[in-house]
């Protein structure tokens, strides 16, 4: 393991230390020890990707995870992705140069995490997964771990305070790894998120914590009695977010559109 990749799993472990986590790995045995792997977890907190890059015993093998390029941005996560390597995604834009890169990581026998939804899960349940996941393991012939994480949520995610719950057990359960046999696309998607969807029933199933009476239930999704969104609910407050996010980007190019104008007259 390279020197920057340990300085920065230490920072994380420091950080997941001071909130006293209870961190629970089963099955980690299930990663291959040697040759390319695609690591494919649900998503429900923005810690997630440090928990499966850092949850594997020593000594872990190094994981390159694919992470939004708007936390590179920030001075102090983007300093921490980049120590770990981790490699970024332009998810409104062009996202070729960053399969490019997990291939190349792949192809040099490394392991690659991403998550297959493409964004946290308001309601803590799967999304539906998207079809990179497999046609990424296909191009160099990897096995897939699928992975559930669940309690990552209580520390920090999305539409929720940052105010970590401390003390909070988080599970990580990597599945067997496997390759996908349906003939299309679509299924062998389908395929992986239904090997994440039994992971995550599982670590839902033997969580040892429980949660309060409404609303500190907010953790616990709708079907498990919690007062988290519906997923319908979830998808709407997804897509509306979406929209506004085109909107602010389509109203940001125009002004800078109009600035170019303003700046060719005055030139001219």
């Not at 897939?144 to 539409?159: D, F, Y």
């Amino acid at each position: 393991m390279s020197a920057l990749y340990r300085f920065g799993s230490s920072l994380f472990l420091a950080g997941f230390r001071a909130l006293r986590v209870d961190l629970r790995v089963v099955g980690h045995e299930h990663v291959p020890a040697t040759g390319p792997v695609v690591l494919a977890s649900n998503h429900i907190s923005y810690l997630d990707f440090a928990f499966v890059v850092l949850a594997p015993p020593a000594p872990r093998r190094e994981v390159r995870f694919l992470a939004r390029n708007d936390f590179f941005r920030n001075p102090v996560t983007g300093f921490l992705l980049r120590q770990l390597g981790q490699i970024p995604v332009d998810v409104h834009g062009d996202a070729l140069q960053a399969a490019a890169a997990a291939q190349s990581v792949l192809e040099d026998g490394e392991v690659v995490g991403l998550h297959p939804e493409g964004t946290i899960s308001p309601s803590f349940v799967p999304r539906r997964g998207k079809s990179g996941v497999v046609r990424l393991a296909d191009s160099v012939g990897a096995p897939i771990v699928p992975v559930a994480l669940w309690g990552s949520q209580r520390l920090l995610t999305k539409g929720r305070p940052a105010r970590p719950t401390r003390g909070a057990v988080v599970v990580v359960r990597y599945g067997e790894a496997f390759r996908p046999t349906a003939r299309t696309t679509m299924l062998r998607t389908q395929e992986v998120m239904e090997r994440i969807g039994a992971e995550l029933e599982r670590a839902q199933t033997s969580y040892p914590q429980r949660p309060g009476p409404p609303p500190e239930d907010w953790w616990q999704p709708a079907h498990l009695g919690g007062s988290a969104p519906t997923p319908e609910e979830a998808e709407a407050a997804i897509r509306a977010q979406n929209e506004a996010r085109r909107r602010a980007r389509e109203a940001k190019g125009a002004a800078g559109a109009a600035d170019a104008r303003r700046t060719a007259g005055g030139a001219a």
